[in-house]
């Protein structure tokens, strides 16, 4: 039997990426089966037989199979044109019948040409292709293109055909020529096709220029011929060192990469495509420095009070050394032990803090790097401050209506505001007679004598003055008042009685 092998019957190049090709494949196997020989083969003869024959040894329904395992050399990822099947009819019988309907099966199951028979025919699928096969001798052809589709994509797997004519009891028959003729005229099947001849381009998408320990590496391209990609390949290396396989042969385009603080961490990519064209590696194509360790932050220390109805927060820190570097500052804020309140998301390391009532403030505040690194809030406050607007409640002691000495304690007392700053100090003013106040003590005591040597009527008024510098206003009245008696002449105190007074007669 002749070898043959396919043959390449015109080529095209339609693009840099994209070659078309014609090809013709003849059979690795081809034989006919007769339902009147049910347990013979036929796997040597020269002939094709179809139909159904009557006449001579009576065959009875005959069916012809092929197979063209040739088909497998095809470049992987073609675009399937066209595929024609082609018999040349060498005898018909009757020699002048009207065209015969065939139609074409896949097969469903194996064979082989040396042993199959009637009996032990392959199962078939359903009909993919169909013609009249007259009686003038020559070509007939059968469009198989999307069963020979199916073969290359994988989506069916590939043991041949069958024709099957007209099987009814009568003599009508055609026969063709088998692959073991030593003529030109043997089966074939001819397949145009386009090939893609460029691989794809791939490439790792940008990373930032510091990443935590676990990041996203994605990569994408496109596939420069029609064939599309078949999967990636991904590499990595560490601090500039040799290149290390990551992922093989895989379809996704992202993947999660863990690696360690400090490190540099380089990747590339390639892509293959169907077609088996593989695009070669080329240098690092996405770069990223692995921070994992979290800024240290804290807020500078505040005045321990204030009465200011604003007050600036500051906060200060810094990334680990060689780190990624501080992105923004978290600052958060409680009043007097309540839930914490998230004030601040901010680059600058100060702002303005506007209490809106008086009370006790405490601050925290966290930094999170370029990495997305960040502290964990502890809850715990690293300043504070106290908020007191209100003003001591301060007032003088009474005082005897007359006093008879130079010296005399003059007491007063007071608070604060509950939770206030304290008191910090008191000032007590003074006047004789209703005439100008007089500034007399600025004390942090409660009872200072008061010495003078000129009686006269003296009236005494005080204030307190807070921790938060809250102060009362002089209200310039009498709080507590005392004459004083000291020289003479003395004060004496009288009794006035009345006088009955009569009338006299005259």
Same mark, same amino acid.
């Given at each position: ?64 199979? !092929? ?8 470049? +992987? ?59 003038? !001798? ?22 041949? !055909? ?17 692959? /073991? ?31 935590? #320990? ?79 360790? #979290? ?22 820190? /810094? ?31 100060? #702002? ?115 921790? #938060? ?13 005392? !004459? ?17 007074? +009569?009338?006299?007669?005259?």
């Amino acid at each position: 039997m002749p070898e043959r092998t396919p043959a390449v019957l015109s080529t095209q190049t339609l693009s840099p990426a994209e070659v078309r090709t014609v090809v013709e494949f003849a059979p690795s196997a081809d034989t006919y089966i007769a339902s009147n020989r049910p347990g013979s083969n036929f796997g040597s003869a020269t002939g094709l037989f179809l139909g159904y024959n009557l006449v001579d040894s009576n065959y009875g329904a005959e069916r012809t199979l !092929l197979r063209f395992d040739a088909l497998g050399t095809l470049p +992987k990822g073609v675009i399937i044109n066209s595929a024609r099947l082609r018999l040349y009819l060498g005898n018909s019988n009757p020699p002048n019948d009207a065209p015969m309907g065939t139609v074409l099966r896949r097969l469903a199951s194996s064979w082989t040409e040396g042993s199959v028979t009637w009996n032990t025919q392959p199962t078939w699928g359903g009909i993919r292709a169909s013609t009249d096969v007259g009686s003038s !001798l020559g070509w007939y052809e059968w469009d198989i293109t999307d069963l020979v589709d199916d073969w290359i994509q994988g989506d069916q797997p590939n043991y041949g !055909l069958e024709i099957i004519g007209d099987e009814r009891v009568q003599q009508r028959e055609r026969v063709f020529y088998a692959r /073991e003729t030593s003529t030109a005229l043997y089966p074939r099947l001819v397949v145009d096709y386009t090939a893609d001849t460029l691989p794809p381009i791939v490439t790792v998408n940008p990373l930032p220029a510091y990443s935590p #320990a676990t990041f996203t590496v994605s990569w994408s391209g496109h596939d420069q011929g029609p064939a599309g990609i078949a999967y990636y390949d991904v590499q990595y290396r560490v601090d500039a060192g040799s290149w290390v396989s990551w992922l093989n042969q895989v379809t996704f385009t992202s993947a999660q990469f863990t690696g360690q603080n400090g490190r540099v961490y380089q990747f590339r990519a390639r892509g293959v495509d169907t077609a088996g064209n593989v695009e070669a590696f080329g240098d690092a194509e996405a770069q990223t420095t692995v921070d994992t360790i #979290a800024p240290s932050v804290h807020v500078s220390p505040l005045p321990p009070v204030t009465n200011a109805p604003s007050f600036t927060v500051r906060w200060s820190g /810094e990334d680990n050394p060689g780190g990624s570097g501080i992105q923004f500052y978290d600052v958060q804020y409680r009043i007097d032990g309540g839930p914490w309140v998230l004030w601040q998301r901010t680059t600058a390391t100060s #702002a303005t803090f506007v209490p809106p009532a008086s009370g006790r403030y405490e601050f925290e505040a966290r930094g999170v790097d370029n990495a997305s690194n960040y502290e964990l809030f502890t809850f715990q406050p690293e300043a504070r401050i106290l908020v007191d607007r209100i003003a001591p409640t301060v007032h003088m002691n009474p005082l005897p209506a007359v006093t008879k000495t130079a010296s005399f304690p003059v007491s007063w007392s007071g608070g604060d505001n509950p939770g206030g700053s304290g008191i910090q100090f008191y000032d007590v003013q003074y006047r004789i007679d209703g005439g100008e106040w007089v500034f007399w003590q600025r004390t942090t005591a409660t009872s200072v004598t008061f010495t003078t040597s000129a009686d006269g009527l003296y009236e005494f008024e005080a204030r307190g003055v807070d921790n #938060a510098g809250n102060y009362e206003l002089f209200t310039f009245q009498s709080e507590a008042q005392t !004459l004083v008696d000291v020289r003479a002449p003395f004060l004496q105190p009288r009794i006035w009685v009345p006088v009955a007074m +009569k009338n006299a007669r005259r």
